[in-house]
C-alpha cells in the first residue's frame, strides 16, 4: 500500500473529533517550533502564526452559520477565542506579546477533543470550559 494510500484511509477512518485533535497537533506543534527559533528567522515564525490564526479563524467562521449543530455557548466561547486568537497572534507577530499563551490555550482544546469514555460528566466539560476561560484572563 502506497502513502498517499495509507493516508487516505486513514483520513477516512477518522472522525471529525479525530481530525480535529490531529490538526491541532500539527499547528500547536508548528508554533512551539517557531517558538525555539531565532527571533531573527520572521518567516518560519510568521507561517506557523499565520497557520494558527486561520485554524481559528475557520473555527470561529464555522460557528458563526446557523446551521452549526454545537450549542449556543460552546458556539460562543469558540467564536470568542478565535477572536482573542486573532488579536493575540497581532500582538506576537509585532513582538508585544509572547507565544506561549497560543500554544497553551491549543493544548487545552487538544485536551477536551481527547476522546474520553461514556462516563464523562457535564461537570467535567464545564470545568474543563472554565479552564480554557481562566487561561486567556
Request: proline fraction near 4%.
Given at each position: 500500500m502506497s502513502l498517499q494510500a495509507y493516508q487516505k484511509a486513514t483520513l477516512r477512518s477518522e472522525d471529525p473529533r479525530q481530525t480535529e485533535y490531529r490538526l491541532f497537533g500539527q499547528v500547536t506543534r508548528a508554533l512551539m517550533e517557531a517558538d525555539r527559533l531565532d527571533k531573527s528567522e520572521i518567516a518560519k515564525r510568521m507561517d506557523a502564526l499565520d497557520w494558527n490564526r486561520r485554524l481559528w479563524s475557520v473555527l470561529g467562521s464555522d460557528c458563526a452559520l446557523a446551521g452549526n449543530g454545537l450549542p449556543e455557548g460552546l458556539r460562543a466561547q469558540i467564536i470568542s477565542l478565535s477572536?482573542?486568537?486573532?488579536?493575540?497572534?497581532?500582538?506576537?507577530?509585532r513582538s508585544q506579546e509572547d507565544i506561549?499563551?497560543?500554544?497553551?490555550v491549543n493544548r487545552l482544546i487538544m485536551q477536551g477533543l481527547v476522546p474520553r469514555d461514556a462516563s464523562a460528566s457535564p461537570a467535567q466539560d464545564?470545568?474543563?470550559?472554565?479552564?480554557?476561560?481562566?487561561?486567556?484572563g
Amino acid at each position: 500500500m502506497s502513502l498517499q494510500a495509507y493516508q487516505k484511509a486513514t483520513l477516512r477512518s477518522e472522525d471529525p473529533r479525530q481530525t480535529e485533535y490531529r490538526l491541532f497537533g500539527q499547528v500547536t506543534r508548528a508554533l512551539m517550533e517557531a517558538d525555539r527559533l531565532d527571533k531573527s528567522e520572521i518567516a518560519k515564525r510568521m507561517d506557523a502564526l499565520d497557520w494558527n490564526r486561520r485554524l481559528w479563524s475557520v473555527l470561529g467562521s464555522d460557528c458563526a452559520l446557523a446551521g452549526n449543530g454545537l450549542p449556543e455557548g460552546l458556539r460562543a466561547q469558540i467564536i470568542s477565542l478565535s477572536i482573542w486568537v486573532n488579536r493575540h497572534t497581532s500582538m506576537v507577530m509585532r513582538s508585544q506579546e509572547d507565544i506561549q499563551p497560543l500554544i497553551e490555550v491549543n493544548r487545552l482544546i487538544m485536551q477536551g477533543l481527547v476522546p474520553r469514555d461514556a462516563s464523562a460528566s457535564p461537570a467535567q466539560d464545564a470545568a474543563f470550559a472554565g479552564t480554557v476561560r481562566g487561561t486567556l484572563g
